[in-house]
C-alpha cells in the first residue's frame, strides 16, 4: 500500500485523500483488492509495531474494507474488518495521541461495529462517540472529523443524543470546511432521505458523483432515492 504524504498524517484542513489504490477498489466495491491491501498495510504494521504510521494505514485499509463490506451486505465481513482496524488504530493512537486523524479513525472502526452486529453498540458505542470527539476537539478543521460525527450522529438514535437533524448540522460543517468532499456531499443525500427531503437528497447523491463519477454506492444510492 502507498504511503500518504506527510501532512495528511496529521489530518490536514482538508479532508484526507485515499490512496489511490485503495480508493479506486473501495469505488469499485472490489473485496479481493480490499483484502489484498488489508493484508499488505497489516504485514506492514507488524514489521513497524512501534511506527503510529503504519498501525494507521493498517486501520484506514480496514475502515475502507468495513464500510464496502457493509455496503455489500456482508455483516460478518464488516464486523471482523472493523475489529481488526481497532487494534491497529489503538496502537496508533497510543503511540501519537496527539493526532486526530487516528482518533478520527479508531471512532468510525469503533462505530463501523454496530451496524454490523448492534447487540455490541454499548461495547463499542461509547468507543465511538468518545474518539471522534476527540478528532473534532484537535483538528476542529478537518472535514473528515466532522463527517465521521454526523455518521456517527446518523446512526445513533435521538434518545441518546442523536438523530438525523444533528447528523446534517455536522456534515453541513464539513462541506463548509470542504466543498468538494464527494463522500459529504454522499452522506448529505443519505441523510437527507432519512429526513424525507428527497429532492434535496438527489441533488446532494448528483453533486457526489460529479466529484466522484466512480463511486457505485453513491450510484447506487441516488438509484434508490425516489424522485419527491
Known amino acids: 500500500m502507498r504511503r500518504l504524504p506527510a501532512c495528511l498524517l496529521f489530518a490536514c484542513a482538508m479532508a484526507a485523500v485515499l490512496p489511490p489504490d485503495l480508493k479506486q477498489a473501495r469505488d469499485r466495491q472490489d473485496r479481493a483488492a480490499l483484502d489484498r491491501l488489508a493484508a499488505g498495510a497489516a504485514a506492514e504494521a507488524q514489521a513497524r509495531r512501534e511506527d503510529a504510521a503504519a498501525q494507521y494505514r493498517a486501520a484506514l485499509a480496514e475502515l475502507v474494507r468495513a464500510e ?42 469503533c ?68 466543498p468538494s468532499h464527494a463522500d459529504a456531499w454522499l452522506w448529505r443525500g443519505i441523510v437527507l432521505r432519512k429526513l424525507n427531503r428527497n429532492a434535496e437528497a438527489r441533488e446532494a447523491l448528483r453533486k457526489s458523483l460529479e466529484l466522484n463519477p466512480a463511486r457505485l454506492w453513491a450510484r447506487q444510492q441516488l438509484e434508490k432515492t425516489p424522485p419527491q
Open 68 to 109: 464496502v463490506y457493509m455496503e455489500l451486505r456482508d455483516r460478518n465481513g464488516a464486523r471482523a474488518a472493523a475489529e481488526n482496524g481497532i487494534r491497529a488504530a489503538e496502537k496508533a493512537v497510543a503511540l501519537k495521541p496527539s493526532a486526530g486523524e487516528y482518533h478520527r479513525v479508531l471512532g468510525a472502526l
Open 111 to 178: 462505530a463501523q461495529v454496530i451496524p454490523a452486529n448492534p447487540l455490541l453498540g454499548l461495547r463499542y458505542g461509547k468507543c465511538a462517540m468518545e474518539e471522534v470527539s476527540r478528532a473534532v476537539e484537535l483538528d476542529p478543521k478537518s472535514a473528515d472529523a466532522w463527517l465521521s460525527r454526523g455518521v456517527g450522529n446518523f446512526y445513533l438514535p435521538e434518545s441518546f443524543g442523536g438523530g438525523a437533524e444533528l447528523a446534517l448540522k455536522d456534515i453541513d460543517k464539513a462541506l463548509q470546511l470542504d
